[in-house]
């Protein structure tokens, strides 16, 4: 006996369909550019979860906020924004860790009017592999500090 597929809504698109038709809105940048872009003031948001983190290391001078909480941290208007989300003009990097996920996000804050919101192509892992700087340990825990390294705490609901 087989089960019966469920309908597919009309409109509805699979991931991988979805993933190609946001990455068409982004200028997507590889690890050397998004290396150059920070030297000159980008944000790079790391949004891997913990264990990545704590299994692969951070990337020097990155914010840590997880996915879950991106877009309250990144919205230059939002009552929870991190400090560094200072304007809709600023150029965010989001680094997931193979460069699936970041896609997804980076659109997201360009809805939130972070027009120049884009990802890193690969992820965290294209970073290592282009053998530029990563530091082993894991992030602070504190929202207190404000290195760049910080991990940013959730909103309280």
């Not at 914010?63 to 208007?77: C, G, H, T």
């Not at 699936?100 to 890193?120: M, P, V």
């Amino acid at each position: 006996m087989t089960t019966p597929s469920p309908s597919v809504p009309e409109g509805a698109v699979g991931i991988d369909e979805l993933l190609e038709r946001v990455r068409e809105q982004l200028d997507r940048v590889e690890a050397r550019r998004a290396f150059d872009e920070a030297a000159a003031g980008a944000l790079l948001v790391d949004t891997r979860y913990a264990a990545l983190r704590d299994r692969d290391g951070l990337i020097p001078g990155a914010l840590v906020v997880e996915r879950n909480e991106l877009e309250w941290r990144l919205d230059p208007q939002g009552s929870h924004r991190a400090p560094e989300a200072v304007s809709h003009d600023l150029r965010v990097v989001v680094i997931c860790n193979e460069g699936y996920a970041s896609s997804l996000a980076a659109l997201s804050l360009r809805q939130l009017g972070l027009h120049r919101a884009t990802d890193l192509i690969g992820g965290f892992q294209a970073w290592r592999a282009a053998g530029l700087p990563v530091t082993t340990g894991a992030a602070p825990s504190t929202t207190a500090d404000s290195s760049p390294n910080a991990v940013v705490s959730s909103p309280e609901d």
